[in-house]
Structure formats: structure tokens, C-alpha cells
């Protein structure tokens, strides 16, 4: 068998299986089978977050190839401030009962960061622009993550809602691929993602709502209606993927890291996830109201 696809077989089996431990109540239970009582599901969650945000953050400063000014220094400590900011609704429950206007600015400035990208890639080769552009789009969606699930500190609970949409986003990714390889004709994008094609995006999204189907059936606790969560899930994955291509094709670099062999960076296997994550949740926060 070919050493490479060995390596990313098992490198991919541990990324799973660390999205597993993190996200539902499982890792939580086998720790504490070991060691009762020693820890809650939400601060594995919560560590999961932070180490993305971390390495996502630290990989696209080097993608974009700071100079030598302030900004660099600067990026880490701002970022750091915003998600302590975050961190302390995380904690204190505060994502699950208010709704505020500074979310949907901030959510709005990750649209303005992608219309930038593509439209105006010029304001990005300044360190001012880069440091903007690193702190909304490699920061501010795992901040928003936080968000997604619900849980209990009494009750010991914690909601699904974050396992499930890495798995619509996974199974939007292969539906797409499968249906492309073999019926796509018509490429979306074919200067920044040659293996796109329309017929593939159409296919992500019809069998991705299958899935979405199940997922409502049979989970009545998860917060939303999970048919509206995979249509937005299979809408918007494919945007992510092609953001994180444009962002290294203007500055010349194929992966993002090397941080999970085989499989490149955190922003490389993350791409749909930083789009999805503050879509579905501004759904979320929307559905209360409606």
C-alpha cells in the first residue's frame, strides 16, 4: 500500500476521532471513567476551539507573509481579546439567550472579509489590511462556534449540534466529489478550484439534505430545524473551500501547514467549517425570532 495514503488514512482516522472526543459527550464519559468527576464535556469542547482558532490563526499570518511592522504583533493579543470576550458568554451561558446587534455586525464583517478577497485583493498586501483579514476570517468563526451547542452544567448535558455539522459538511465534501467525478461537465470555478463543477454542487446538496432528513428524525434535541441546517451546510461549504484557495493562490502558497500529514493545515481541513459555522449559527440566533 502506498505510504502516503497510509499516512493520511490514519492521520484522517485521528482528526475523526478528536472531533468525536471534543464534540459529543463521549469524551467527557470515557475520562472520567478513568478518573471520575474530572472533567465536563463543554471544556474539551472549548479546548478543541481554542486550539483551532490558534494554529488557523498562526497559519494564515504566515500564508499572508506579514512584513516586518506592528500588525504582526499586534494580531496575536487582538485575537487573544476577542475570544476571552467570547469565552466569557461561552461560560456563562450568555450565546443561548440574548440576541445582540453586535453579532450580526460582526457575522456581516466576515461577508465584507470574503467580498475583499475576491474583489479587492489589493487591500490585502498591506499589513493593516492582512491584520483586519486574519482577525475576521481565522478568528471570528470559531468564536462564533462557541456558540453552536447547548449544554448543562447540572444536568451534565451537551447538545450534538457541532458533531453534526462536520458531519453535513464531510458529507456534503464527498457527495459533491463523487457526483462531480462522475457527471460534472460544468466547472464553477476553474482559475481557483479545477474540480468543481455545478453538477457536483447540486449533487452535494440534494443528498446532503437526505442526510439532513435523518438527522432531524431521529436528534429532537438539537437546537433548529436540521433540513434549513443542511440546505445552508451544502449551500455554503463549497464557498469556504474556494475562499481558502483564492486566499493561497494570491499569496502563492499550496497548504496552509502540515499540522495533520497528509491532509495539509487547519485552514486547509477547516475551510468549510469557518464559513459554516457563523452561517449556521446567525441561523440559530434568527430562528428564535422567527
Known amino acids: 500500500m502506498d505510504k502516503n495514503l497510509i499516512q493520511r488514512t490514519v492521520s484522517g482516522i485521528a482528526y475523526v476521532a478528536i472531533i468525536i472526543f471534543c464534540t459529543t459527550p463521549f469524551g467527557a464519559q470515557l475520562i472520567n471513567s478513568i478518573s471520575p468527576d474530572l472533567i465536563q464535556q463543554q471544556y474539551l469542547y472549548y479546548a478543541l476551539i481554542l486550539l483551532l482558532l490558534a494554529v488557523g490563526s498562526w497559519e494564515c499570518v504566515k500564508i499572508m507573509k506579514f512584513g516586518k511592522g506592528y500588525e504582526k504583533w499586534v494580531v496575536f493579543p487582538l485575537i487573544g481579546f476577542i475570544f476571552y470576550i467570547f469565552s466569557k458568554r461561552y ?5 443561548f439567550f440574548d440576541f445582540r446587534l453586535s453579532e450580526i455586525l460582526a457575522l456581516a464583517l466576515i461577508l465584507i472579509a470574503v467580498i475583499t478577497l475576491f474583489k479587492y485583493p489589493n487591500e490585502l498586501y498591506f499589513d493593516s489590511g492582512k491584520l483586519i483579514f486574519t ?3 481565522a478568528a471570528l468563526p470559531f468564536c462564533f462556534a ?3 451547542p447547548k449544554y448543562s452544567t447540572f444536568e451534565n448535558t451537551f447538545t450534538l449540534e ?3 455539522l462536520f458531519v453535513l459538511i464531510w458529507s ?8 462531480g467525478k462522475f457527471f460534472g461537465k460544468h466547472k464553477m470555478a476553474p482559475k481557483i478550484s479545477p474540480k468543481k463543477t455545478w453538477e457536483g454542487y447540486i449533487g452535494g446538496v440534494v443528498l446532503t439534505l437526505v442526510l439532513s432528513f435523518f438527522i432531524e428524525k431521529y436528534n429532537h434535541d438539537l437546537r433548529g430545524n436540521w433540513m434549513v441546517v443542511g440546505f445552508l451546510v451544502a449551500a455554503f461549504a463549497p464557498l469556504g473551500d474556494l475562499v481558502e484557495s ?9 497548504d496552509s501547514g502540515n499540522i495533520i500529514p497528509g491532509h495539509g493545515g487547519v485552514l486547509d481541513r477547516l475551510d468549510s467549517f469557518i464559513i459554516c459555522a457563523p452561517v449556521v449559527y446567525l441561523y440559530f ?3 428564535k425570532f422567527i
Open 246 to 254: 483564492q486566499l493561497k493562490r494570491n499569496f502563492g502558497v499550496k
Open 172 to 179: 456534503s465534501d464527498t457527495f459533491a466529489y463523487l457526483v
Open 146 to 148: 462557541l456558540g453552536l
Open 135 to 137: 482577525v475576521i476570517y
Open 162 to 164: 457541532v458533531l453534526f
Open 91 to 95: 461560560f456563562h451561558h450568555d450565546f
Open 285 to 287: 440566533i434568527l430562528e
